[in-house]
């Protein structure tokens, strides 16, 4: 194993969080494969340059704070970084319902409010329901705040 290979790879991983994927992405793209890649992984995790769960965390609760994401677009976004369903589910938890709740809310009355010269309610419907799944909210919200604004 190269200490300098080890240590760019200690750097990366110290940056920001890195999912185990992450991790093996960038090693096999500096050409290590095999028993070496595998050699690299195991001493990350043993320093604790690589946890899932905290991955998990940061990623859902940065995504949910700063991009407004709704629960279904960060868990698709944790599966592309091959996170376990554990995992997922600890970060998902890092998410407070109540804040959930009022992002959810800001943004749907923000869209709503950009869509007053549209004249057709059923096209409203259909935009605002289109831009709140696009950002990954569950149907449950949706409907709810539809049947309450726009009915």
């Known amino acids: 194993m190269d200490d300098s290979i080890l240590e760019k790879i200690k750097y990366f991983c110290a940056y920001q969080e890195r999912s185990q994927y992450e991790v093996r992405s960038k090693l096999l793209g500096m050409k290590i494969y095999g028993d070496d890649l595998e050699l690299y992984i195991v001493a990350l995790l043993e320093e604790n340059f690589i946890n899932e769960e905290r991955f998990s965390k940061a990623y859902a609760g940065g995504k949910f704070r700063v991009k407004h994401w709704g629960r279904q677009k960060i868990v698709q976004g944790l599966k592309q970084h091959k996170i376990s369903v554990y995992c997922i589910k600890a970060g998902l938890a890092e998410i407070k319902e109540e804040d959930y709740r009022l992002i959810f809310n800001q943004l749907a009355e923000q869209k709503l409010a950009s869509l007053q010269k549209e ?14 799944l ?9 409907y709810e705040f539809i049947r309450n604004n726009l009915s």
């Open 119 to 132: 004249r057709s309610v059923w096209n409203k419907k259909a935009k605002l329901r289109n831009f709140l």
């Open 134 to 142: 696009q950002r990954g909210f569950e149907d449950e919200y949706i």
